[in-house]
């Protein structure tokens, strides 16, 4: 058995129902409101000093900040988009579980696709990516150390 794991009903609904949501709020619920709130001042910012160059007639060489903007929006849009399914699977899962167990014994198969569409929301997650993304973090560490490490057949070359 595995010691981590928790040992007893009240541990395992605990850790189930009450931290899940607890990781939730810490990982999505506070930051994308603080990160959104963040990017709209300096969104609103960037467009109040474009407004005043152009009031006093600063030449065409002005830089254009709609490219900021929009970047800027982006990355909220993505943050949200790459955190969601994520904290959505470690959510839902817990009270899906008994359903499944008790679907399994009736229909095997709509259990196993149920099951199979939880896998997929943990893997969108992008565990297998952060860990490549470790491992080229370790070797450009290592590269830079002068420290020659041989590329694995499957593994890209980004550095």
Not at 6 to 28: A, C, E, M, N, Q
Not at 33 to 54: C, D, E, H, K, T
């Amino acid at each position: 058995m595995n010691t981590c794991l928790p040992s007893t009903k009240g541990y395992h609904d605990l850790f189930d129902y009450v931290y899940r949501w607890i990781d939730f709020t810490l990982r999505l619920g506070a930051p994308f409101p603080l990160l959104l709130i963040g990017n709209v001042i300096i969104v609103m910012q960037l467009a109040r000093s474009r407004s005043i160059r152009q009031r006093m007639n600063i030449s065409g060489l002005a830089h254009d900040t709609r490219p900021v903007s929009l970047l800027m929006i982006a990355l909220c849009v993505l943050f949200l988009v790459t955190m969601t399914p994520t904290l959505v699977m470690s959510v839902y899962f817990p009270y899906q579980r008994e359903k499944l167990l008790a679907l399994r014994s009736v229909d095997p198969y709509t259990a196993w696709y149920d099951a199979q569409y939880i896998v997929h929301l943990f893997h969108l997650r992008g565990c297998r990516s952060g860990q490549l993304l470790q491992r080229h973090l370790q070797l450009c560490h290592l590269r830079v150390q002068r420290i020659e490490v041989p590329r694995r057949a499957e593994e890209p070359a980004l550095l």
